[in-house]
């Protein structure tokens, strides 16, 4: 993680000094708010809280700006099968855990409020799977745990957002919207993320 943060944050300072545009660089952290969505609505998935922290970078010049990010990741969700019957239910209920490594690559404009200045950003986002686990009950069987294991190891999003700059310090609240099937095979199922950031630039 050290080495792809150091990699990022060498490649924006290289690119900002090429073009000569305006360059800020910055660390963020925050938490998100993770839901799996199935497109056959055999899982229903509750809200669970996981957390982000990695670096920033900001290249632009005049109201448009480009911003690639790179982060760790945790996200996390509850989920429990919507089949009849009270003891299939309780079979099926667990966490599923993702670790990854997120990179946004947002295009974004930004506008005064006051004395401080707001933005407006949107793009892609790629994720990288370091680990993942899905903890259900024992009783379950090894084919069960297995199929509801079977995930890809990258996924794809789109991500938009608002933040807000006041003076070195920034925040940011997005709603990232996943691309795809995130599993290997069978049903399609997606992770719909919201997230709140607070990052610091350097300079």
Not at 61 to 85: C, I, R, W
């Amino acid at each position: 993680m050290k080495k792809t943060i150091l990699s990022f944050l060498g490649l924006i300072v290289a690119t900002g000094i090429s073009f000569g545009q305006d360059l800020k660089l910055g660390i963020k952290a925050g938490a998100n708010f993770s839901k799996l969505k199935s497109e056959d609505k055999w899982l229903n998935s509750e809200n669970n809280t996981g957390y982000l922290i990695g670096a920033w970078g900001r290249v632009g010049a005049g109201m448009v700006h480009l911003q690639p990010e790179v982060y760790f990741t945790s996200k996390n969700t509850t989920v429990k099968d919507q089949s009849p019957g009270e003891a299939a239910g309780e079979l099926m209920t667990g966490d599923l855990k993702f670790s990854n490594i997120d990179i946004p690559v947002l295009i974004g404009t930004k506008f005064p409020i006051g004395p401080i200045k707001g933005r407006v950003q949107a793009g892609p986002l790629f994720s990288f799977v370091v680990d993942q686990n899905a903890s259900y009950s024992a009783n379950a069987s090894a084919t069960f745990k297995d199929g509801l294991e079977n995930y890809k190891s990258n996924f794809a999003a789109i991500i938009g957002g608002i933040g807000i700059d006041i003076s070195n310090f920034t925040v940011d609240a997005r709603y990232e919207y996943g691309l795809g099937n995130i599993r290997k095979e069978g049903s399609k199922q997606t992770l719909n993320i919201w997230t709140i950031g607070l990052g610091y630039s350097f300079f």
